[in-house]
């Protein structure tokens, strides 16, 4: 299939009322076997773009009745077109009004007057970034598919047995089988609890670049002592795995300014793993250390390892060693640490032998965001 082929499946819808620039682009558009839409920025948005579906929006800035900052701002309000890719065509003195149309959610802008391979390469570039995403969304919404069932049903099972066990066998149980069998069942309620906590953070993690609000919340910086961070988090997770005993911590103070979310992402599903991946009595060993880049942390549990060939293969929803460890866990711990570090731009390094350990270390460079 040629470029045109593909082309001619694409549909924008073009906002703009100067004839002469919009009869240039829907020439050129045309010309390139794209569907074109034309619409008065006073159109009703909301069933318009429902009809058409289009695959990108170009659209002036500077319009009568709507301006392309009014439309871009109500766009991005309509949960099913706000993934629309926009692009803004300006004047050279609109670069104001351009700094908050991109702040909105705009994906480019083309200024006039515009070559036209300027502006096919600006659409090419913009429909293959939402291509890759979409196809990364859909790969993810696949593996939960498959991998939902099973990390549910654990749980689920529990809950049902035991609740089925004290409704059918009531008459029959003392208070210590009863107490006991709560008691599983809360347990089973948290397993419940965290997985599907895990899936919504990792949904989240994919959705920062598609949502402006969300993409705020998570990337806001702020400064903050790292060792205080580290220390708070392991503490808590080490004592609810009742292991207090095994954590060793050897962290250096540092200041930092970042965002302190995408680190504690990082940092508890990592722990956590450490802690679900080794035995009690076998030490956590987390190391914090100032250098010359930044700070460099280190994880180090002695527990059941990594093969190599899983190593090269570690992805959200791929769980390790699942015969050989009964753990509740479909690897998105880890895949939440990866992807949050991505946006810290950090990248994890591993290094594991079977039956002695695993170590997983990352540096944080000061004010470095992706």
């Known amino acids: 299939m040629n470029q045109n082929e593909r082309n001619e499946k694409i549909k924008i819808v073009l906002f703009e009322d100067d004839p002469n620039v919009k009869d240039s682009v829907i020439e050129i558009l045309s010309s390139n076997d794209y569907t074109v839409f034309h619409f ?6 909301r069933n ?14 500077m319009m009568p009745v709507k301006s392309g900052l009014d439309l871009i701002k109500e766009i991005k309000s309509i949960r099913e077109f706000s993934d629309i890719p926009f692009i ?15 702040n909105l959610g705009a994906d480019d802008y083309i200024v006039k007057p515009f ?28 593996s939960v598919a498959l991998s939902v069932p099973h990390e549910l049903r654990t749980p689920l099972i ?16 003392n208070d210590n089988d009863i107490i006991e069998y709560v008691k599983r069942i809360k347990h089973s309620s948290g397993r419940l609890h965290k997985v599907i906590e895990k899936f919504i953070l990792y949904s989240n993690l994919l959705m920062i670049d598609l ?13 903050f002592n790292i060792e205080d961070l580290i220390s708070k988090t392991a503490f808590s997770i080490s004592s609810e795995y009742n292991r207090s005993k095994d954590l060793v911590l050897d962290v250096e103070p540092y200041e930092i300014v970042l965002c302190e979310d995408l680190l504690s992402f990082a940092l508890v599903h990592l722990i956590d793993n450490a802690f679900k991946f080794s035995s009690e009595g076998k030490s956590v060993s987390i190391l914090g250390k100032k250098n010359e880049s930044g700070y460099q942390i280190a994880i180090q549990d002695n527990g059941i390892g990594i093969k190599e060939e899983q190593l090269k293969e570690i992805t959200a929803l791929k769980q390790i060693d699942r015969e050989k460890f009964n753990q509740s866990g479909s690897g998105l711990g880890l895949a939440i640490a990866i992807k949050s570090l991505e946006y810290l731009g950090s990248k994890i390094n591993f290094e594991s032998e079977i039956n002695k350990g695993t170590t997983v270390s990352f540096s944080i460079k000061p004010g470095t965001m992706n």
Request: aromatic fraction near 6%.
């Open 158 to 173: 529990a809950l049902m047995g035991y609740s089925d066990l004290i409704i059918d066998d009531y008459d029959l149980l």
């Open 88 to 102: 803004f065509l300006t004047a050279r003195t609109d670069h104001s009004d351009l700094r908050e149309g991109m």
């Open 211 to 223: 949502d402006l609000e969300m993409k705020k919340r998570f990337l806001a910086k702020s400064e």
């Open 115 to 142: 070559k036209a391979k300027d502006l096919l390469r600006s659409i090419e570039l913009r429909l293959s970034k939402a291509k890759l995403l979409k196809e990364k969304i859909e790969r993810f919404s696949q």
């Open 48 to 61: 318009t773009l429902g009809e058409v579906k289009p695959d990108l929006i170009i659209s002036d800035v």
């Open 40 to 45: 008065d920025s006073d159109v009703d948005l």
